[in-house]
């Protein structure tokens, strides 16, 4: 059965970007930092991305990645959005479907087609809607030590209090990876 994922890289002071949508840092990496690591967790957390079966990403951030080029390593992509897809999304992307009936049926879609894998989530505003929803099952989050002060937070608004259960914890030098079931 497919479970949904929120998978986000945050810095402590609860922020996933800075105002110009890097992620931080001179490099603006900052908070992806932690996957450049080898062995574990990284190749870990590598592997569960490259089991998934389908993502679901907001509309901004598909756009701001250029829908990963079509496809996310070969998965199909569903992006919730009011609005038609632009040119490259529409055409010369097969594997990118934009979804105007909401976020439930857009995970309902990418669940049926992701055969049984997870569905990675991708983007606060759509990991906030699918919580709203119910519609998401777990969050990840890859909690980096460093303030970035300013920028786009993960969770800015949601519609109520949210309870959330630790499934696991794994802690290491750049970042302490914690996951989480929501609970219904």
């Not at 996957?35 to 598909?62: I, L």
């Not at 519609?135 to 890859?142: A, C, G, M």
């Amino acid at each position: 059965m497919s479970i949904s994922v929120l998978d986000m890289s945050v810095s402590l002071d609860g922020y996933i970007a800075d105002p110009d949508d890097f992620l931080g840092g001179d490099d603006g990496e900052r908070l992806h930092r932690w996957a450049e690591a080898k062995g574990e967790p990284g190749e870990r957390f590598a592997e569960e991305w490259q089991a998934a079966g389908a993502v679901v990403a907001g509309r901004r951030t598909a756009e701001l990645m250029d829908h990963w080029g079509g496809d996310h390593n070969g998965r199909p992509i569903f992006v919730p959005s009011h609005r038609p897809p632009g040119p490259a999304a529409r055409w010369g992307y097969p594997l990118v479907t934009y979804v105007t009936d909401g976020i439930e049926s857009t995970m309902a879609q990418a669940k049926a087609a992701a055969g049984g894998r997870d569905v990675q989530v991708r983007g606060a505003y759509t990991g906030q809607r699918a919580i709203e929803a119910g519609v998401l099952d777990e969050v990840q989050i890859h909690l980096v030590p460093v303030l970035l002060g300013r920028g786009r937070r993960l969770f800015d608004i949601l519609p109520a209090e949210v309870e959330l259960e630790i499934v696991r914890v794994i802690d290491t030098p750049e970042a302490t990876h914690i996951r989480y079931r929501v609970r219904r």
